[in-house]
C-alpha cells in the first residue's frame, strides 16, 4: 500500500484545513488508517484513527472536538477535518495504514505517506 499525503498549508490561528490521505492498491476498507503528527526533534504522536469495521474513530486529547477522521472506501481515501486550528499545530501530518485495529500506536501501522505541513500563524 502506498500513501499519498496532501491538503496541508498556512492558515491562520482559529481556521481549518481538510487533510487527505489516498491510497494505491487494493483493500483499502480492510485497513485501519490513522493519522500523527511530528514536530522537528520531537516524538512522532497520535492524532486521530478510523476503524476498517464500523468506523468508529479515536482522538488524542489534544485534537478532541476540533478534529474529524473519516474514510471514503470508494476513493481509497481518508480525511481529517482540522477546524480551530491553533499555532501549536503547526506540524508535519502523516497518515498511516494498519492492518490491525485502530489504535493510538505507532509500531501497529506498517505503512506511512510522506507527510503533509500545516503551519499556523498567530
Known amino acids: 500500500v502506498q500513501l499519498q499525503a496532501s491538503g496541508g498549508g498556512l492558515v491562520q490561528t482559529g481556521g481549518s484545513l481538510r487533510l487527505s490521505c489516498t491510497a494505491s492498491g487494493r483493500s483499502f476498507s480492510s485497513y485501519a488508517m490513522g493519522w500523527f503528527r511530528q514536530a522537528p526533534g520531537k516524538e512522532r504522536e497520535f492524532v486521530a484513527a478510523?476503524?476498517?469495521?464500523?468506523?468508529?474513530?479515536y482522538y488524542a486529547d489534544s485534537v478532541k472536538g476540533r478534529f474529524t477522521i473519516s474514510r471514503d472506501n470508494a476513493k481509497n481515501t481518508v480525511y481529517l477535518q482540522t477546524n480551530s486550528l491553533l499555532p501549536e499545530d503547526t506540524v508535519t501530518y502523516y497518515c498511516?495504514?494498519?492492518?490491525?485495529?485502530?489504535?493510538?500506536?505507532?509500531?501497529?501501522?506498517?505503512?506511512w505517506g510522506q507527510g503533509t505541513q500545516v503551519t499556523v500563524s498567530s
Open positions: 498511516a495504514a494498519s492492518v490491525l485495529a485502530a489504535t493510538p500506536r505507532k509500531s501497529d501501522y506498517r505503512y
Open positions: 478510523i476503524s476498517w469495521k464500523d468506523d468508529s474513530a
